[in-house]
DNA sequence: TTGAAAGCGTTACCAT
DNA sequence: ATGGTAACGCTTTCAA
């Protein structure tokens, strides 16, 4: 079925169906009426193709993120996609697997569906200034607005949202620091890594500004993963000289801490405080109430695909970097009785 | 940038173009070097719009899911996109949130669109004819192949990927049997959904087979959610009457027990046994080994994306249904000491 | 080996 | 209020 065959079983031209399907211009009640009928009845699904080449405008949005199945990732496209319905949008998702060539390839697809805008998470964090050059060259490419989302790069040019990791971790360490103790550590995530330094960065904050001396020997340098945190956290009950206080890094750093404390028969939030970055719900629901400084995730995806909307509609808004703030929750964790 | 522009920056015909970009046809060696020089230099991108409205044929594949931000679809997305780049095929992603509405929407856009073929988890369970009727009409409508996973309804027209309920159901009580309970129970699932009646037979069935009774007073008649199998869990510990061994019909309803056996301080293969179907990995790293009878769910993505392929390339091809294997995986929660 | 031209299914402008 | 027609950017067939 096409626009042509409509209009000749309406016995009209196809102007008058293309003005009946788009509700634009002029068309009389009675043919109106017919031509529907006529839809209806042949089930006619007007081409999205055949449209967005006349339009020269399609409304495809381009997502590009690093595991789609990363929690994390899922309920971003989850709030990505509440959004999607109310501005007319079809969602193109791709995953990248943290590889930059996949990354490339995803990119180019995506240009060539002529996308109105992209949301993209970066594959790697590009350190040095090539692979940051080769980053900004493939966006570039994709000649369309784009929202970068949670991991940063060198980027004086695009619209971005991020966590507030230094003030987040600033608050976790601050609530140790209210919870009385003196002996304060870390598991950080992966140094090299631009979240994992500013999360570090707001916890020596925290300790120096309230005079809290920083030791050197309860900074257990972490990846960010489930297994190195376990094994770091292990170590640190083995040692005989524990910390009184800890922030872990990340979801999955809190989870391998937990999991470490129950081996050792630790007891968080009496023998030990926490507070942890992240919310980890099955934490919660197994009863490990972990305190931490936490985001809407499903919140940062709205906002990144409400910038990408604001800019699309006006491509000369000034540049736009959303941080989106912590959330405190304190559910006794942090304490050490 | 269109075929035209490259083509004059060139010095010659679009179709020559068109050829090189296709690498179809003959096109002598240094003209091709001409073309591709222009091509790199300009940046010059395909479109997608355009290509497809004039092959009459797109790389859009669909999928229809219902809970993006559930794990269970993360990880089919994630085997489905390691599929996505051999095949040369671009996802278009749709959460309908469980809602009928939705799911209508994302079919009649998915139509528009023109894809290749659709991957699809029905939004609801559609139990009665009536709405039977209506989600064979709106898939109808679709007018591409299309692949049913996970949750069945009554179709008797296409392609499906299904999990092997009622064996995996058999084998965890069978483990259950084996590790020589006599007193054997089951928390369900919504048993007005199919797959959860059908893992309720599959139970009956082993215990049957084993001649164990099956007691009324074993039967928990949950709804696959955490708080019903917490709840009941603890109705069950509290009763005083609990069985040896029970089975907990999906991952939610493994955490729910989970939680209250914590709460009820019982130990888990020690004062009862369970054997759990989905295997929740959270449930390993902190520790609570459960025994399950469990699916490869990246696999079920392939398969249905293979499947899909295999229709479109022959539309004739006999309907095929896979019922993915279970694989039971005993770690010692099934006894009782 | 290359080019010209028709066609894909729409929209939008200009007539009527 | 309606129709005719060019245009969108590409592929494909037919000629040369």
Redesign the pocket.
């Known amino acids: 079925m096409?626009?042509?065959e409509v209009a000749k079983l309406a016995?009209?031209?196809?102007?008058?169906v293309?003005?009946v399907?788009?509700k634009?211009?002029?068309?009389?009640e009675?043919?109106?009426i017919r031509v529907e009928k006529v839809i209806k009845e042949t089930n006619?699904?007007?081409?999205s193709?055949?449209?967005g080449?006349?339009?020269?405008e399609t409304n495809y949005i381009g997502i590009v993120i690093p595991e789609i199945d990363n929690e994390f990732f899922s309920e971003i496209l989850s709030g990505i996609n509440e959004r999607l319905d109310e501005n007319d949008l079809t969602m193109i998702c791709c995953d990248t697997n943290n590889n930059g060539k996949r990354e490339q390839k995803a990119l180019q697809m995506l240009a060539q569906q002529r996308v109105k805008g992209v949301i993209i998470t970066p594959a790697e964090e590009y350190q040095d200034s090539d692979s940051n050059l080769s980053l900004r060259a493939k966006l570039k490419k994709v000649n369309a607005p784009i929202v970068i989302l949670d991991r940063h790069f060198n980027n004086t040019q695009w619209d971005g949202v991020f966590y507030d990791n230094f003030n987040s971790a600033y608050a976790a360490a601050e609530a140790l620091i209210h919870a009385g103790h003196k002996k304060i550590g870390i598991i950080t995530g992966d140094l090299t890594l631009q979240i994992a330094r500013e999360r570090f960065e707001g916890f020596k904050q925290a300790l120096e500004d309230y005079g809290v001396p920083m030791l050197e020997k309860y900074i257990y340098k972490g990846n960010f993963g489930i297994q190195k945190a376990f094994e770091l956290s292990k170590k640190m009950f083995e040692s005989g000289d524990m910390p009184d206080g800890i922030l872990t890094s990340n979801n999955r750093t809190s989870i391998g801490f937990v999991k470490a404390a129950k081996d050792c028969n630790i007891r968080i939030g009496v023998d030990i405080g926490v507070v942890g970055i992240d919310h980890v719900e099955m934490l919660d629901i197994l009863g490990y109430e972990l305190s931490c400084a936490t985001r809407n995730t499903r919140e940062m995806g709205k906002i990144a695909l409400d910038i990408l909307m604001e800019r699309i509609s006006n491509p000369k808004m000034g540049r736009k970097i959303i941080i989106v703030p912590y959330e405190l929750h304190l559910k006794g964790s942090e304490k050490k009785q």
Not at 24 to 28: A, D, E, L, Q, R
Not at 44 to 47: K, V
């Open positions: 096409t626009i042509n016995n009209v031209s196809k102007s008058t293309s003005r399907i788009n634009t211009g002029y068309v009389n009675e043919t109106r006619y699904s007007p081409s193709l055949a449209r080449l006349s339009k020269k």
